[in-house]
C-alpha cells in the first residue's frame, strides 16, 4: 500500500489488492490543514495510513475527515483519528454504522476472519443530505450526495473543483467486482454518469487503482456492462422463480469471470431481486448465499 501525490497536496491511499475489507483512501492538505477521505477497517491498516499521511503533510492532526459511505472499510478507523477531527458523513451512513453489528464481532463469512483490533464505532459529528463545502486552507471540497441509493443509501463523493479530483468511494470499483447490495444496481447504473458529469482529471475510486480522465470511460462502460448482467439475470431469474443463488449459479459471468471477488455476483442478485419484489434483503443471507457460491469463504487480507 502506498500513499500517491495526485496532484500536489491531494493524497491516494491505494491498498492493493483492493478485495473485502481492503479499501482506498485519502487526504487533502493546505496551508499546514489535513482532511482525511475514509479510514481503514482495522487498526493496524488506518494507523500505517495515518501514519503515512502524517509524514507527507507534516503531522498537523486532521481538522476534517469524510466518510464516503457506512462499510466498514472505509469508517473503523475513524476512531484512530485525532478526538478534534470533526467527522463528516451522510445521515443514512451515520445511521448505518450505528446499528452496524460487525464491528463487535465479524460473522464467520471471511477467510481470514478480520480482527479489526483497537477500535470502536465512532459516528460522524456532522451529517449532510445533499451536499456540503468543506474548506480546508485555501482548497474547496464539495460532499456531495448523489441523490438516491447507489453503493449504499448513504454515500457521498470528495470533489476538488478546482483541482478535479474525485473521490468516488464504492460507487466506483475498479478492475475487481463492484458490490451494491446495500444501495441500488439502477442507483449505482445512474450514478456512474452522474460521476462522469463532473469531468474529472483523477478519480480515486474506493477500491483498485487510481483512474485518470482517459480511463474513465472505458473502465464506467465495464461497469455498466456488469450491472445490465445483473439486471438481466434477475429479471429472468424471477421469471423463472429462481432464488438469487439458483439465478447465480445460472448465469454466465463472460468477460466478468476474471474480476476478483466474483461472488458478489450473489449479493447483487439478491439487491436486484428485493427491488424487483419489493421485498427487504437480508445482508447475512446474501452474503452466506455468497459463501455457498463459492464454496469456501470469502477472501480477506485483514
Ligand atoms: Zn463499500
Redesign the pocket.
Given at each position: 500500500m502506498s500513499l500517491h501525490e495526485v496532484v500536489p497536496g491531494v493524497h491516494a491511499w491505494i491498498q492493493p489488492d483492493g478485495t473485502w475489507w481492503v479499501?482506498n483512501a485519502g487526504a487533502v492538505t493546505d496551508g499546514g490543514q489535513v482532511l482525511i477521505v475514509d479510514t481503514c477497517a482495522t487498526e493496524t491498516r488506518t494507523r500505517r495510513f495515518l501514519a503515512a499521511v502524517d509524514e507527507a503533510t507534516g503531522g498537523s492532526p486532521a481538522r476534517l475527515a469524510v466518510n464516503?459511505?457506512?462499510?466498514g472499510?472505509?469508517t473503523y478507523g475513524n476512531s484512530l483519528l485525532p478526538a478534534t477531527t470533526v467527522v463528516v458523513g451522510h445521515e443514512h451512513m451515520r445511521e448505518g454504522l450505528r446499528v452496524d453489528p460487525v464491528i463487535d464481532g465479524c460473522p464467520p463469512l471471511w477467510e481470514p476472519v478480520p480482527d479489526w483490533g483497537a477500535v470502536t464505532r465512532r459516528l460522524p459529528d456532522v451529517t449532510v443530505r445533499d451536499r456540503l463545502t468543506l474548506h480546508i486552507g485555501q482548497r474547496q471540497v464539495d460532499v456531495v450526495h448523489p441523490g438516491g441509493p447507489a453503493?449504499?443509501t448513504g454515500d457521498l463523493v470528495a470533489w476538488l473543483p478546482r483541482e478535479r479530483v474525485l473521490f468516488a468511494?464504492?460507487l466506483v470499483f475498479n478492475g475487481l467486482t463492484p458490490?451494491v447490495f446495500?444501495g441500488s444496481v439502477t442507483g449505482a447504473l445512474a450514478a456512474l454518469d452522474w460521476l462522469a458529469a463532473f469531468e474529472p482529471a483523477h478519480l480515486v475510486p474506493?477500491?483498485g487503482p487510481l483512474l485518470t480522465a482517459a480511463d474513465i470511460a472505458p473502465v464506467f462502460d465495464r461497469i455498466r456492462r456488469y450491472y445490465q448482467l445483473v439486471l438481466d439475470t434477475a429479471g429472468e431469474g424471477v421469471r423463472a422463480g429462481l432464488t438469487p443463488l439458483e439465478a447465480a449459479r445460472a448465469c454466465d459471468l463472460g468477460e466478468f469471470a476474471g474480476w476478483a471477488d466474483a461472488e458478489r455476483i450473489v449479493p447483487n442478485l439478491h439487491r436486484a431481486y428485493a427491488d424487483a419484489l419489493g421485498t427487504e434483503l437480508d445482508v447475512v443471507a446474501a452474503l452466506t448465499d455468497a459463501v455457498t457460491w463459492r464454496g469456501s469463504l470469502m477472501p480477506t487480507k485483514v
Open positions: 479499501n464516503t459511505h457506512q462499510h472499510d472505509h453503493h449504499t468511494g464504492d458490490l446495500m474506493g477500491h
